[in-house]
């Protein structure tokens, strides 16, 4: 048996938590540069507004309407995050993160017999008391399967109290031709659009014989699989959390638009420098890098190319900070041109390899002094929680240096903005 347990309008519940006055208020969170809604409440969902409408468009309508505007604020919503997951591993140790907000959980060696929905309840229970985050959960024989009882969990919280198992054919059924397509997982937009042109309207569609060989032309052995999970075989398992990534990437908007070369030169940096940071936290080395720039395509307009990008390999496997910056800079050099704006910037490492199995050269290799840098400069980050020692060409106010004109304390991961309380 399979859960998906999925918070409720993560980023607005988590401002609720420290913020306990909000509750039942109209509440929308804002993406990087608060360009645009990507998370709302359901009170803001009963008033119209629409998700991903970008913020200076609807800015208006969210002032005549009293709705409360936020800025993005990661380092809450991640530990947030961490703490929910934390709970979940307390139910069962097969726990498999699939995004800030949802997570699988798998329940092999429970009896058949067990009682499941109480089960959930009991999480559900324990996640609310415990750090104030409402979500919804779902069981069934699949993972896919416990995704279309997730929703029902969620669309119905009054009859399922927030918890729905399908562990029957009837309530399988069922479920599959409540599901309109476009809700199955793995199935989007333009697949939507495929699929209901050939008369596949319900997850149940999906299901029948006289379709397989359409869904293996247009989605090959990935369309089959999902067809089995439906079908309520299983054939995904949980992933490894602890598997180490294949590439790291780093991009961002600039907070406003740049055409200086050395303010570029200090984001590519400050990119390359994170990436640099992440790669050691997994005990890796990259040998390759991509930087990657993009025009302001509104600044010429005139059809040219915007999007530019170049990689290079090293000659050595690398997690220098010093040493990936260097390169990636010298790749910013040929790829920049001079009187254009840009609006992006990125930076992405790959062919990684485990720290350990790094190969050494005879006539070229890293200055080993790099390595213990590294290290104290690690061991201090991970003391303070901060990144306060940079390289010379990054800006020592600024990691992100985005436009947050909402943000809200960071109450658990900072010292400074921790919440206070008076006892009287």
Not at 91 to 99: L, R
Not at 322 to 351: D, F, H, M, P, W
Request: aromatic share 10%; proline share 4%; charged share 30%.
């Amino acid at each position: 048996m399979y859960a998906l347990v999925d918070c409720n309008n993560f980023y607005a519940s988590c401002e609720r938590v420290f913020q306990p006055q909000l509750n039942g208020k109209p509440i929308v969170i804002l993406s990087n540069n608060d360009g645009c809604i990507i998370s709302r409440s359901d009170e803001a969902k009963a008033l119209g507004i629409p998700m991903g409408a970008p913020e200076f468009q609807v800015r208006q309508e969210l002032k005549e309407k009293n709705i409360l505007v936020f800025s993005s604020n990661y380092p809450l919503y991640g530990d947030l995050s961490n703490r929910v997951m934390k709970i979940l591993e307390g139910f069962t140790p097969h726990v498999e993160p699939y995004s800030i907000d949802e997570a699988f959980l798998n329940f092999d060696g429970f009896k058949s017999d067990f009682d499941f929905n109480d089960y959930g309840l009991q999480m559900k229970r324990r996640i609310m008391k415990w750090i104030s985050i409402p979500v919804s959960i779902g069981f069934a024989e699949t993972k896919a399967l416990s995704k279309v009882a997730n929703k029902i969990a969620r669309k119905f919280p009054n009859q399922t109290k927030g918890v729905y198992v399908i562990d029957t054919e009837e309530k399988r059924i069922k479920a599959l031709k409540w599901t309109k397509i476009e809700d199955v997982w793995g199935i989007g937009f333009r697949l939507k659009k495929k699929m209901k042109t050939k008369g596949i309207n319900t997850a149940y569609d999906f299901t029948l014989p006289q379709y397989e060989n359409f869904i293996k032309t247009i989605m090959g052995v990935t369309g089959l699989r999902l067809k089995s999970e439906l079908e309520g075989k299983s054939v995904l398992t949980l992933d490894d959390p602890t598997e180490d990534k294949k590439s790291i990437a780093i991009t961002r908007m600039f907070k406003t638009k740049l055409s200086n070369f050395d303010e570029i030169k200090e984001r590519v940096s400050t990119f390359a420098a994170v990436c640099a940071e992440k790669l050691r936290k997994q005990h890796s080395c990259c040998h390759s890098i991509i930087v990657m720039l993009i025009k302001d395509k509104h600044h010429k307009n005139d059809g040219s190319r915007i999007y530019f990008s170049q990689m290079e390999t090293l000659p050595f496997a690398s997690n220098s900070s010093l040493t990936i910056s260097n390169a990636a800079i010298s790749i910013l050099k040929k790829v920049y041109q001079e009187g254009e704006r840009y609006s992006k910037a990125g930076v992405i490492v790959t062919g990684i390899i485990p720290e350990n199995q790094k190969q050494f050269h005879l006539f070229e290799e890293e200055n080993p002094k790099h390595l213990k840098l590294m290290k104290v400069i690690d061991k201090f980050h991970a003391k303070t929680g901060e990144r306060k020692i940079r390289l010379g060409n990054q800006d020592l106010q600024h990691t992100w240096k985005m436009k947050q004109e909402h943000l809200s304390p960071k109450y658990t991961t900072d010292f400074k903005e921790i919440i206070k309380v008076k006892c009287r």
